[in-house]
């Protein structure tokens, strides 16, 4: 499931094993490259990440032919504003639950080499430790012996913080995951991504003109319009006409339905805000008090729950009787479920 707007664009972006072998091949060292079979590449499912960081981190696997065997490329993206001073030691846990599962499948063949890569976009670039001995005091190095018992490996990052245009350029990718990387880098901070957006008038022209490209530009919209807060419409569509006028039809159709589903959720919300007010109104004009389960049980209700309980208010002799009679379970969305089953 795709849970941020940095989540969905990353994915996008590199999912397709071409655009991951594309970026691995720019990062890793020459010799590495050469000994790796990039038409080998296939992605894996599954991701290898907690749910309660899932709003920080996005990852996709790769497996790929090495020479002499098997390999693993592991992708991972760092989305949180700030660095994660642990991120050696939570790479460590990925890479072992990677393993775990390969090795319940082969049991008993050696384990694969497994390369990962971390992309980060935090503001003022990436300053937390990079190689897993540096999370350690005393240092493993620092006594003679000690750092054969201590995990040693170091993170590959991609920094974009520290790349300009020119760098992100240079790394030979296909146009969408080249331009998902400046966005990426750029989109938090209005200023920064329209001063920019010279830079990439010709790719994004050149996306607008590919097979797929008017998805891509959606991709690369949606994520501009949700992540840039301070962002004019009318300021981000003059600089496509001055760049990319071949992309700006495109490009201001999706930020037009982009605002408008905004707009749209919005409102919805206010709706139920208000549904959830006027029965709270209700509830204590009957029945003088709410307890903090009742409460509770209205600030997880749908929409369509609210409709339900404030029907029942008049006619509800105990404040229980109002939420028991759109099903015992007290679950929120119970009693959609159960609606949907009798039709």
């Given at each position: 499931m795709t849970r941020t707007p940095h989540d969905a664009l990353f994915k996008a972006a590199f999912e397709n094993p071409e655009h991951a072998a594309?970026?691995?091949?720019s990062m890793l060292p020459a010799t590495v490259v050469e000994a790796i079979a990039w038409d080998t590449v296939a992605c894996e499912p599954g991701s290898f990440i907690d749910p309660e960081l899932a709003g920080r981190h996005s990852d996709l696997l790769f497996s790929v032919d090495l020479r002499g065997g098997r390999a693993f490329l592991y992708l991972l993206l760092e989305h949180q504003s700030t660095n994660d001073p642990d991120m050696p030691l939570r790479m460590l846990t990925y890479l072992a639950r990677i393993w775990e599962r390969?090795?319940?499948?082969?049991?008993?063949?050696?384990?694969p080499p497994i390369i990962p890569a971390l992309v980060s976009h935090a503001p003022g670039g990436w300053t937390a430790p990079?190689?897993?001995?540096?999370?350690?005091?005393?240092?493993?190095?620092?006594?003679?012996?000690?750092?054969?018992?201590?995990?040693?490996?170091?993170?590959?990052v991609e920094d974009l913080a520290h790349l300009s245009n020119e760098d992100i350029k240079a790394r030979a990718?296909?146009?969408?995951?080249?331009?998902?990387?400046?966005?990426?880098?750029?989109?938090?901070?209005?200023?920064?991504?329209?001063?920019?957006?010279?830079?990439?008038?010709?790719a994004f022209a050149e996306a607008a003109c590919t097979p797929h490209g008017v998805a891509a530009l959606?991709?690369?919209?949606?994520?501009?319009?949700?992540?840039?807060?301070?962002?004019?419409?009318?300021?981000?569509r003059a600089k496509i006409r001055e760049q990319a006028p071949?992309?700006?039809?495109?490009?201001?159709?999706?930020?037009?339905?982009?605002?408008?589903?905004?707009?749209?959720?919005?409102?919805?919300?206010?709706e139920v805000k208000g549904q959830r007010t006027m029965?709270?109104?209700?509830?204590?004009?009957?029945?003088?008090?709410?307890?903090?389960?009742?409460?509770?049980?209205?600030?997880?209700?749908?929409?369509?729950?609210?409709?339900?309980?404030?029907?029942?208010?008049?006619?509800?002799?105990?404040?229980?009787?109002?939420?028991?009679?759109?099903?015992?379970?007290?679950?929120p969305g119970a009693a959609v479920r159960e609606t949907g089953r009798q039709g």
């Open positions: 594309g970026l691995f091949r390969f090795r319940k499948v082969h049991e008993g063949d050696p384990l990079r190689s897993f001995h540096d999370m350690f005091a005393p240092a493993p190095a620092s006594i003679a012996g000690l750092a054969q018992f201590v995990p040693s490996f170091t993170l590959m990718l296909a146009t969408f995951p080249t331009l998902a990387l400046w966005v990426l880098r750029d989109a938090r901070d209005a200023t920064q991504l329209l001063n920019n957006l010279g830079h990439w008038g010709a959606a991709q690369l919209v949606r994520y501009i319009a949700l992540v840039s807060d301070e962002l004019r419409l009318e300021a981000f071949e992309a700006e039809q495109a490009a201001m159709t999706i930020a037009e339905q982009i605002r408008q589903e905004v707009s749209e959720q919005m409102l919805r919300e206010g029965l709270t109104k209700l509830l204590v004009l009957k029945f003088k008090r709410l307890t903090p389960k009742h409460e509770a049980r209205i600030a997880g209700a749908t929409a369509e729950q609210l409709d339900g309980y404030v029907e029942r208010v008049l006619t509800a002799e105990a404040i229980d009787d109002v939420f028991e009679s759109l099903g015992s379970s007290m679950v």
